[in-house]
T-cell receptor, first 117, second 113 residues
């Protein structure tokens, strides 16, 4: 199985709502990533988990809260978002992080299209 | 810091014509380079990668790329474009710590029949 799955595919939420995005992979990868992608822009890294521990937080606002319950699952909890947070949220995984571990060979999910009203 | 430049924002080619998408990188050591493709509203799919060895790498869907250290380039090529190749293409390099993919701005490919 070489697939990264993400749910839901689309999400519309108000600024006071709490919601979660889910990501799952069964490739035995030990690194997982959250990216945010605005229209006509490349993906921007938000968080990196390595061996289920948060290793990178790219100064993301606290209204985004990542969680890695186990090596196959990655969640992104959303609370009190702003309309400018509307974007495509992509999850990815790789064997490991680190240049010697081919950290750049990342497998991406299809994304969750988030709209904040 | 590492950076990637894709000088062409849009490219239009006729179906059946050849394609070359340009990518230039800035990185002090040997780079790990990638090309990803993204169809509208979809995730990214890895087309090909370069870590070391042969500088001409073959990827999926008939794509290839050539690493030229002297020109700091990693251009993507395809000899005959199909309408289904219309998408956005991103060149990327792994950062020094191996944790981050640094993407170029992307090139949107349009294929005309």
């Amino acid at each position: 199985d070489t697939e990264v799955t993400q749910t839901p595919k689309h999400l519309v939420m108000g600024m006071t709502n709490k919601k979660s995005l889910k990501c799952e992979q069964h490739m035995g990868h030990r690194a997982m990533y959250w990216y945010k992608q605005k229209a006509k822009k490349p993906p921007e890294l938000m968080f990196v988990y390595s061996y289920e521990k948060l290793s990178i937080n790219e100064s993301v606002p606290s209204r985004f809260s990542p969680e890695c319950p186990n090596s196959s699952l990655l969640n992104l909890h959303l609370h009190a978002l702003q309309p400018e947070d509307s974007a495509l949220y992509l999850c990815a995984s790789s064997q490991q992080t680190g240049r010697n571990s081919k950290g750049g060979e990342q497998f991406f999910g299809p994304g969750t299209r988030l709209t904040v009203l | 810091a590492q950076s990637v430049t894709q000088p062409d924002i849009h490219i239009t080619v006729s179906e059946g014509a050849s394609l070359e998408l340009r990518c230039n990188y800035s990185y002090g050591a040997t780079p790990y380079l990638f090309w990803y493709v993204q169809s509208p509203g979809q995730g990214l799919q890895l087309l090909l990668k370069y870590f070391s060895g042969d500088t001409l790498v073959q990827g999926i869907k008939g794509f290839e790329a050539e690493f030229k250290r002297s020109q700091s380039s990693f251009n993507l090529r395809k000899p005959s474009v199909h309408w289904s190749d219309a998408a956005e293409y991103f060149c990327a390099v792994v950062g020094a710590d191996g944790n981050k993919l640094v993407f170029g701005a992307g090139t949107i490919l349009r294929v005309k029949s």
